[in-house]
């Protein structure tokens, strides 16, 4: 139990660490949003010919960005976090005036719909193969996919995202160039929904399913054929096990241990792809928020978003260290060194 | 072990024999050469006896263990003839078993445990998981089998409750040893083939260990081939002691009779080699020279390099094995065994000197 | 306790506990101390074999590497001619004897030579790194020829052939010597071989601790020798003169000249060793009980030691006064130092109820069958 205490507090504790750092992050950049939004405003008020108040720009400010300077730092802290834990209030988008969270709340489906499907995906594909890659070591289908997954690995996603687009949306016209559903029809439970849905989706998953692949299926070969080497499996195969639960209990299950954790992050780093990958494909998701609150610096939301990501890769990596205790046996015990 | 004498003595009727071996070779086609690891090994091996096999590392005795299974592993070639004798029924050509009867005939009949048993659990298998699945494997029956592994654990000092939830990595060495030599007798079978069970343990443990084998030898009458290079290990523990050197076996013979006197001079160079605690001090001595090379085994006597009574003929014919003093049961392969006791004098114990 | 003339390294009333407490437990209180090594004082003198016996997790490596100030005790001290080497550690250029001349002094030889070899090093490119470190004037000819001698003295021949080799080139036993020659080059006044044959054929282990006597003779340098092994503890320090020390979680239980030890064992515990340690003589071999004269084969958690004379939990001849009060060193019959009540005549442990022991049926059962 010790152990599923000590990472629950550590998840918390990073999160605690990464939301004080927005707050310090907002307040103390030079350029930041404050001198930012007084700057704009002093701007436009020479644009359109008065002369600016100051006085007045600054309560315009406060009042925008929910920062007082008058404010003890402490206090002012203490809100923020307040807000955020108790309220989920991020503030309000400095654009758009919405509130970040909802922004947020409704581009997040959207982007988890495409990231772990295409996780998902790619994660299987890649397992089968380096499982198959590994039990015909050697052969030439062995060293053929070798050759394939290492230049699949090494292409850029964003790279074979455009190829894509460029091909089967506008070349051949199989997939829609953007969006994330028929214009025509209404989000609900409807068929033709959900394969518009899929449709508008399939190019956003296979792009990240191109993400890193090939160098999972290396990983698992490598697995595998170590777990085949091992004296255990010889053991068990003296015991006359049969070869399917040596291939399953055996191979399988210790092959794919070491891979879990690099999947729960794997999570976290696609969310970071989606910057770009939902810019290509012009589907408003979390990703394409994002674009667009850099390119607008749009600091509270920028603030959201890094909150929102920092608490995905940390669940993440929770959920994998939780889980993987259940999974592996030998994770939850502190093994003591000999000495 | 004072029942060893009583072995020789009976050996007047053809003994009961449970394993043939016969002009076994294992070989390995290596960028340096053809190497044979295991050479023309011919060995019979009694129904109900622990016989130790004892030998240098690299002196071919895991592959000569791994060949009683059929179990060389690739791209090793094993040739010759291995014959099973069961209690009852027909003789079992093992070398030409099919995929399912080989697999039945191993852990069945002949089970293995080897100096691994840090490394035989799946690390992510609970103990018990292990034990149910070799049972169902075999499709005897789940709680006889189960109540049978209980038994045996008890029987090892082991709590059958304990180890069955554990996990491997939560069992120390002795007691992940143990649970495999359980675990290799789960199905009952009539042989055990154990290759170094007791290297890397506490010499506790390696002493408790051998000790269990004996015992459970006599309650259930299994046959034991103990593979070591730790002489004194088997000293208390085997019935007979087959010594390797270079890949083949250079001498046979009771226990009791191959300690007092052997009769090769490997054997004795070995004897006066091995740290004891009855040896005086300064009788302690190393073999002269290296172990040979499998690829380039000397020709003749393989042992002709090391030995003071090497002479042209031990170069130009290869010993086969001779009685020693009209025993039948006592085997060298030496052509100058009679000589071996004079030029390589050792003792055992403090007091005396053969 | 174990004291000597004129010692190069004495260690007084030495302690090693290992902390494995994690953060959270700490915050609840949990303390989780490994007890390796209690109370220990030991000298070792000029040119002296001392050989540490005793399963795995007894201490004796942790005492080993105390003794070569690789370790530092949680209490007690440990000095080098006189000089506490972990003040000499802080103290910097102050202490009598710097620290850099006590760390060469002290050297360790490992079980496994294959793994403290640098894999990309040859022989002669690892044997060079020490004697640049000690006499960095010393010419590149002048220490190949150095390196060659050497080889040539570990019975490499030809040295020209090792020298140039790889490790993964080199079998177990030729890794070891390697490794000794190494610790040499060094001119340490003590050497730590901690199960440096163990991994050795038996076959093989007798030339090796010939080799280290030989060495011990030329370069006047003490070994302090931990082994598993009864037979070669025996050899190793029984063939120069040397002591044994047999350790039990933590504590030192016996300790006295090898002969002594082997032939006349006085504690329970260094019997169990002496029965475990198998004979090669079939006539004696014969009268041995084949039952462990211990009540357990298992070692107890040094996390949470027995109270009392550690050993009581698993000693034949325990009785209550066992499980309540510690012994201490002291002298039997014999030349050797015993941590034993029964060594004492007077002491209360002989009117005392044989213990009982508290542990579980089937371990107890099975004992009983002896």
């Known amino acids: 139990m010790n152990y599923y205490l000590r990472r629950l507090w550590q998840a918390v504790f990073t999160l605690v660490v990464v939301i004080a750092l927005t707050f310090v992050l907002y307040r103390m950049m030079p350029g930041g949003p404050i001198e930012q939004m007084e700057q704009r405003m002093i701007d436009e008020a020479i644009g359109s010919g008065q002369d600016p108040d100051l006085q007045y720009i600054r309560r315009m400010v406060e009042i925008r960005t929910g920062i007082d300077p008058n404010k003890p730092m402490y206090i002012e802290f203490y809100e923020y976090m307040r807000d955020i834990i108790l309220y989920q209030d991020f503030g309000e988008s400095i654009n758009s005036g919405d509130p970040v969270f909802d922004i947020l709340f409704y581009a997040m489906p959207w982007s988890i719909f495409v990231s772990v499907y295409g996780l998902l995906i790619g994660f299987t594909a890649n397992i089968v193969l380096g499982a198959v890659m590994a039990y015909y070591e050697g052969s030439r289908f062995d060293s053929g996919s070798t050759i394939v997954a290492v230049v699949l690995n090494s292409i850029p996603y964003y790279v074979g995202a455009v190829i894509m687009l460029a091909f089967l949306s506008f070349q051949w016209e199989l997939f829609p160039t953007g969006g994330r559903y028929w214009a025509g029809t209404e989000p609900g439970f409807s068929i033709e929904f959900a394969l518009g849905v899929l449709h508008h989706g399939a190019l956003p998953i296979m792009s990240t399913i191109l993400i890193g692949f090939g160098g999972t299926a290396l990983s698992m070969r490598g697995n595998c054929i170590r777990v085949m080497g091992s004296n255990y499996l010889r053991v068990a195969r003296l015991r006359g096990l049969s070869d399917s639960r040596i291939a399953t209990r055996y191979v399988g299950r210790n092959a794919i241990l070491p891979l879990y954790t690099g999947f729960m992050i794997g999570l976290a780093g696609i969310f970071g792809s989606s910057i770009i990958m939902e810019q290509i494909f012009t589907y408003p998701g979390v990703g394409w928020y994002t674009f667009d609150a850099l390119n607008q610096r749009d600091y509270p939301l920028l603030m959201g978003i890094l909150i929102f990501f920092s608490t995905v890769t940390v669940i993440g990596v929770l959920i994998a260290d939780l889980t993987y205790g259940l999974i592996d046996p030998r994770a939850s015990s502190n093994d003591r060194e000999g000495f | 072990m004072s029942d060893s004498s009583l072995h020789s003595a009976g050996s007047v009727s053809k003994p009961d024999t449970i394993f043939e071996v016969e002009n076994v070779s294992v070989s390995f086609d290596m960028n340096r050469g053809h190497s044979r690891v295991v050479d023309d090994v011919s060995v019979e091996i009694e129904r109900d006896e622990i016989i130790g096999v004892v030998g240098e590392s690299g002196s071919g005795k895991s592959m000569f263990a791994a060949a009683l299974l059929d179990a060389v592993v690739e791209p090793g070639l094993l040739s010759g003839e291995i014959t099973y004798y069961p209690e009852d029924g027909e003789p079992i050509d093992v070398l030409s078993l099919d995929d399912d009867e080989l697999r039945r005939f191993r852990w069945e009949e002949v089970a293995m445990v080897d100096q691994g048993a840090m490394d035989s659990f799946n690390p992510t298998m609970s103990i018990e998981e292990h034990f149910r699945e070799t049972i169902l494997a075999h499709e005897a029956n789940l709680e006889e089998g189960m109540d049978h592994a209980r038994e045996l654990l008890a029987e090892l000092y082991l709590d059958p409750d304990r180890v069955f939830e554990a996990y491997p990595h939560e069992l120390s060495g002795g007691m992940q040893q143990r649970t495999l030599i359980a675990l290799s007798m789960v199905l009952k079978p009539n042989v055990i083939v154990m290759d170094e069970p007791t290297a890397a343990l506490d010499l506790l443990m390696q002493r408790s260990i051998t000790s269990l084998i004996s015992q459970l030898r006599d309650k259930y009458g299994i046959t034991v081939i103990f593979i070591t290079h730790d002489l004194p290990l088997v000293a208390g523990l085997a019935d007979r002691l087959g010594v390797m050197y270079a890949f083949d076996f250079v001498e046979f013979g009771p226990t009791y009779d191959v300690l007092k006197d052997a009769a090769h001079p490997y054997t004795r160079a070995l004897l006066k080699a091995v740290p004891n605690t009855l040896t005086p001090l300064e009788d302690m001595r190393p073999i002269d020279g290296d172990s040979p090379d499998p690829v380039d085994v000397p020709r003749g006597c393989s042992y002709h390099p090391r030995c003071p009574l090497a002479t042209q003929e031990c170069i130009d014919s290869d010993p086969s094995f001779y009685e020693v003093h009209g025993d039948r049961e006592r085997l060298s392969a030496c052509h100058h065994w009679e000589d071996a006791a004079e030029a390589i004098p050792y003792s055992l114990s403090t007091e005396e000197r053969v | ?370």
Request: hydrophobic share 35%; with cysteine.
């Open chain 3, 1 to 370: 306790m174990a004291r000597s003339a004129d010692p190069v390294v004495e260690l007084d009333n030495v302690q090693v506990h290992f902390n494995d407490t994690g953060f959270i437990d700490k915050l609840r209180g949990d303390e989780t101390i490994v007890h390796a090594v209690e109370d220990v004082s030991l000298d070792i003198a000029e040119n002296e074999a001392i050989a540490l016996v005793g399963e795995s997790g007894c201490g004796k490596t942790t005492l080993g590497k105390v003794a070569v100030g690789l370790q530092r005790p949680t209490g007690g001290t440990i000095r080098y001619r006189g000089q506490d080497i972990w003040e000499a550690k802080e103290n910097g250029r102050n202490s009598e004897i710097p620290y850099s001349k006590i760390r060469q002094s002290l050297q360790i030889v490992h079980q496994d030579p294959g793994s403290s070899l640098n894999p990309n090093r040859t022989v002669l490119t690892s044997l060079e790194v020490p004697l640049k470190m000690t006499q960095s004037e010393m010419g590149a000819d002048a220490r190949e020829q150095r390196i060659y001698q050497l080889l040539e003295y570990l019975g490499m021949k030809p040295p020209q052939d090792y020298a140039h080799r790889y490790p993964h080139q080199l079998s177990g036993g030729e890794q070891q010597r390697v490794a000794l020659g190494r610790a040499l080059l060094m001119s340490p006044d003590v050497i730590l071989a901690d199960e440096a044959v163990s991994a050795l054929d038996v076959s093989l282990r007798v030339e090796m601790m010939d080799l280290m006597h030989d060495l011990q003779e030329v370069f006047n340098t003490s070994f302090v020798f931990i082994s598993h092994d009864f037979a070669n503890a025996r050899y190793f320090a029984g063939k120069v003169g040397g002591k044994i020390g047999v350790m039990y979680l933590g504590e030192l239980v016996e300790f006295g000249p090898a002969e002594e030890v082997i032939r006349n064992p006085q504690h329970p515990y260094t019997k169990v060793l002496s029965w475990a340690t198998p004979t090669l003589d079939p006539d004696l071999a014969a009268e041995e009980s084949m039952d462990p004269p211990v009540r357990k084969i298992d070692i107890p958690d040094p996390v949470n030691p027995p109270s009392g004379c550690r050993f009581h939990t698993r000693c034949p001849d325990a009785r209550e006064a066992c499980a309540r009060e510690s012994p201490s060193l002291q002298r039997g019959e014999t030349d050797s130092l015993v941590s034993c009540f029964r060594m004492d005549d007077q002491h209360e442990y002989w009117n005392s109820d044989p213990f009982e022991g508290d542990d579980d049926p089937t371990e107890r059962e099975h004992a009983g069958e002896q």
